[in-house]
């Protein structure tokens, strides 16, 4: 049997008021995870170990079935691995924004959906002013870059800029971690001096005279958060020999960086942006492909957490229906006809609710489908209806040993 596990990236949400009271996939209905959680079993999953923040990094890599005690190092190393930056053992990698600020606040995590060609040019532009033998900034995607520190020190604490919208940004400058004060200053100290230094230099820059001039967001400062050294990973296929070969579809350097130390090949597709515009039927055609090959592949979907973060519930809404029926849809009518039965697992990492725009730690609700598979009484893909699934209340590794026991 082969494997793949679809996941839409803060799908799950709380109940709107605006919706009559009902959560957004209650309220969506969609059409193929309500089929396929009707002709298979749910449950709820706990993504999000005690003591560690409520992020994609932390969620997607429990759900793959490591144990965040023993292999968490932040964002930062994770995405270095996607964009092809080797790290030695003296540097900390740590995930750096691009982001809009106005009258001393957070405005967007995002620099006002900042795109990579763009992004590019701001990203030597501080390198040309800011880098040198010690910092480097590497272009990613979109707003999502990294800083490489030459012997900095991991023991700070970074307020992720998504989970701050319209707070004030000076309180959230970083500070040395609680008992590492003394190793920790020299490092949180650079990183904040990058910070306001950025935001001179990005005020200056053409780019962003430009969109002042249109009334635009800018992408005035960086925002650095979530670091580390290099991760010691088993790959999944040392983990699981039911998986032989494996692959990746995600348009994030995150989930791209975890599927690399977790032995997956990387497939990029063309168009895939990350947002409610990606190119769902191309990620949907490289998964079925992917299958006809590989025993594992996990499909990464990022639009429904970023309107999540927009606090946009039409576009969160518009980005579940399209997930559905554009993704979904496609890749279960070609397993079906799949010679070898296809085990098919839908779910979020973490809700990220519109109406408070931020990652919470929540249990998500997940299904389960194959041919054969003998269902449960729930009918509907919704955060309440899975409670009364087969599979109850998962944790963490559970998951991936459950799935990949079929």
């Known amino acids: 049997m082969k494997h793949i596990i679809i996941l839409g990236d803060g799908m799950a949400d709380h109940k709107v008021e605006r919706l009559g009271g009902k959560t957004l996939l209650q309220y969506a209905r969609p059409e193929y995870m309500n089929r396929l959680a009707k002709a298979g079993r749910t449950g709820r999953l706990i993504t999000v170990p005690e003591g560690f923040p409520p992020g994609s990094e932390v969620a997607n890599t429990a759900i793959l079935g490591y144990d965040l005690n023993k292999v968490y190092e932040g964002r930062g190393p994770l995405e270095a691995a996607s964009i092809g930056y080797d790290m030695a053992d003296d540097d900390f990698a740590i995930r750096c924004n ?21 992004a590019r040019v701001l990203i030597d532009y501080l390198n ?16 999502r870059h990294l800083l490489v520190i030459k012997g900095g020190n991991k023991h700070i604490v970074c307020a992720p800029p998504h989970d701050h919208p319209n707070e004030p940004w000076r309180p959230l400058l970083v500070k040395p971690e609680a008992g590492h004060e003394q190793e920790a200053q020299e490092t949180a100290d650079l990183i904040n001096d990058l910070i306001l230094k950025s935001q001179d230099l990005l005020a200056r820059h ?22 580390g050294y290099r991760p010691s990973m088993q790959t999944l296929m040392q983990q699981y020999p039911q998986i032989k070969t494996g692959a990746v579809i995600s348009a994030v350097d995150l989930i791209q960086g975890i599927g690399r130390y977790a032995g997956l090949r990387i497939i990029k597709v063309p168009g895939a942006t990350g947002l409610a515009d990606t190119n769902y039927e191309g990620k949907a055609q490289a998964a079925i492909d992917a299958l006809q090959k590989d025993d594992f592949v996990f499909v990464h ?34 397993t079906e006809q799949m010679d070898e039965p296809v085990a098919i697992a839908i779910l979020p990492d ?10 919470v730690n929540e249990p998500v609700p997940f299904l389960i489908y194959y041919k054969g598979i003998e269902p449960d009484a729930v009918e509907h893909y919704d955060e309440e209806a899975c409670v009364s699934g087969a599979y109850g209340l998962l944790r963490l590794e559970q998951f991936m040993q459950t799935f990949m026991s079929l």
Do not use: M
């Not at 001393?104 to 060609?117: P, Y």
């Not at 040309?128 to 707003?143: A, M, P």
């Open 98 to 118: 691009i982001i809009t600020l106005a009258d001393g606040k957070i405005i967007t995590h995002n620099g006002g959906n900042l795109q990579t060609e763009d």
């Open 206 to 227: 053409p780019y962003n005279i430009e969109r002042a001039k249109r009334g635009e967001r800018q992408a005035n400062s960086i925002w650095p958060w979530s670091g």
């Open 128 to 143: 040309e002013h800011l880098g040198n033998d010690r910092v480097k900034f590497i272009c990613g995607i979109q707003y």
């Open 350 to 359: 973490h809700p990220t609710p519109v109406e408070l725009r931020i990652h």
């Open 301 to 334: 979907v990022e639009a429904t957490d970023e309107a999540g973060h927009d606090g946009d519930l039409d576009l969160k809404l518009r980005a579940i229906d399209y997930l559905d029926k554009r993704l979904i849809k496609p890749i279960l009518e070609a």
